[in-house]
């Protein structure tokens, strides 16, 4: 029998010049917690000065909240709810990539309800504590396509102290409005574009492998990847190129709608566990790494060698008919892309550090576990990271 819930209230406008259709919509408040990068590409290419001028034209007042790093941090949820509060902000826009947006949804649901973020986070040393109280209402506009998080409920923040990073999300932390303006994403260096669109990948496979998925996210699954497949490497290659932007820009909105409707898989809670330790690591560039062993371990164990498969065609090896064929596909693109080489000693991770990672891996994110398509012991989990060591 088949069973499954849809479910994505977010409003999303989607195209080249979005951004400036912002002061016509309907937004949720009066003020506005712009929380954004601690990094300065927002600024020096105008989309700050732009969404402020676009709140002012719809009579919105705002406050910019800029320390936001690349993997948030606990500290700066609770030091932005504290301004949202102080300000008397009733809704809060996350402005650029997955971590700014990430955390405008943590800091919303923060501004709202009392103690501290990880007294709301399940998993590690979480209290899964229920929110008392409704999150603020968030507004997303990307510049990044990556993440998918503008579709999606999904934040994932560290805490310091435990080297802890764990995604928390439910109904109540959806955006109510997203702006996904290929435009804004024309200034993204060509590593980082590659790291976002392989973020992106991972979100569309490993919700098309979860075990539960259904037909809806296998369609958007299969439609994600196969964008990715032909878009990335012009993006990277050429990021002045608008059309392969906009193919990346809606492939990983589709991957945020596949988080939603399905899940990612063990993939993720092995990045987690190496970029909690080495924050400087970017996320996508830690899935990139640990990606061939991961996805050999299932084609060896033969699990799901049919969606192994249809994958390797979405991705352009329309020839394929061995669930091996998908890691050739995807040792292809990164090539492509011009990240096959990536190592993990330079970020500095060591060899021995291994075992407590994927022993991390298990206590914090060992729910996307219990959806792979066959079970990984944590031997396995240290074997994958030993075959992607370098």
């Known amino acids: 029998m088949m069973n499954f819930t849809y479910y994505i209230p977010t409003r999303i406008l989607f195209g080249t010049g979005t951004l400036d259709q912002l002061h016509a919509q309907q937004l949720p408040g009066k003020k506005a917690l712009i929380v954004t990068t601690s990094g300065q590409s927002i600024r020096k290419y105008g989309y700050l000065d732009r969404v402020e001028k676009e709140l002012a034209k719809a009579g919105v007042a705002s406050v910019v909240f800029d320390k936001i790093?690349?993997?948030?941090?606990?500290?700066?949820?609770?030091?932005?709810?504290?301004?949202?509060?102080e300000q008397g902000c009733d809704f809060i826009v996350g402005l650029g990539g997955g971590s700014s947006i990430d955390s405008a949804k943590s800091i919303a649901l923060m501004a709202t309800n009392e103690g501290t973020?990880?007294?709301?986070?399940?998993?590690?040393?979480?209290?899964?504590?229920?929110?008392?109280?409704?999150?603020?209402?968030?507004?997303?506009?990307?510049?990044?396509?990556?993440?998918g998080t503008e579709a999606d409920p999904w934040t994932v923040v560290t805490r310091e102290e435990t080297n802890e990073k764990i995604g928390f999300g439910y109904d109540d932390t959806f955006p109510v409005l997203s702006i996904?303006?290929?435009e804004l994403m024309l200034t993204v260096p060509p590593a980082l574009t590659?790291?976002?669109?392989?973020?992106?990948?991972?979100?569309?496979?490993e919700g098309y492998l979860a075990q539960c998925a259904n037909p809806v996210s296998e369609a958007?699954?299969?439609?994600?990847?196969?964008?990715?497949?032909?878009?990335?490497p012009v993006a990277v290659r050429d990021g002045k190129n608008l059309a392969a932007r906009e193919g990346m820009a809606i492939a990983s909105t589709i991957s945020g709608m596949v988080e939603s409707i399905s899940s990612c898989l063990s993939e993720h809670s092995l990045e987690h566990a190496l970029s909690a330790y080495h924050p400087e690591l970017p996320h996508g560039a830690g899935l990139i790494m640990i990606s061939q062993a991961y996805y050999t371990h299932f084609a060896q164990a033969h699990a799901c060698d049919a969606k192994m498969i249809d994958m390797a065609r979405a991705l352009g090896k329309t020839d394929a008919t061995h669930p091996m064929d998908f890691v050739i596909a995807l040792v292809q693109l990164q090539a492509a892309c011009g990240v096959d080489n990536l190592k993990m000693s330079d970020y500095g991770i060591r060899r021995e550090d291994l075992p407590a990672m994927a022993k991390n891996a298990r206590e914090t994110m060992g729910d996307l576990f219990l959806l792979?398509?066959?079970?990984?012991s944590?031997?396995?989990?240290?074997?994958?990271?030993?075959h992607s060591y370098r």
Not at 220 to 232: F, H, Q
Not at 372 to 376: C, I, S
């Open 117 to 147: 973020y990880w007294d709301y986070i399940a998993g590690g040393s979480g209290k899964a504590k229920a929110p008392a109280h409704r999150p603020l209402p968030v507004v997303a506009i990307t510049t990044t396509a990556g993440t």
């Open 69 to 85: 790093m690349p993997n948030p941090v606990e500290r700066h949820v609770m030091e932005g709810a504290q301004i949202a509060r």
């Open 220 to 232: 958007l699954s299969l439609k994600a990847i196969e964008l990715i497949g032909k878009n990335l």
């Open 194 to 205: 590659a790291f976002q669109g392989f973020d992106a990948l991972f979100h569309s496979t």
């Open 378 to 386: 944590e031997a396995d989990c240290i074997t994958i990271y030993e």
């Open 180 to 182: 996904v303006d290929p």
């Open 372 to 376: 792979d398509p066959v079970m990984l």
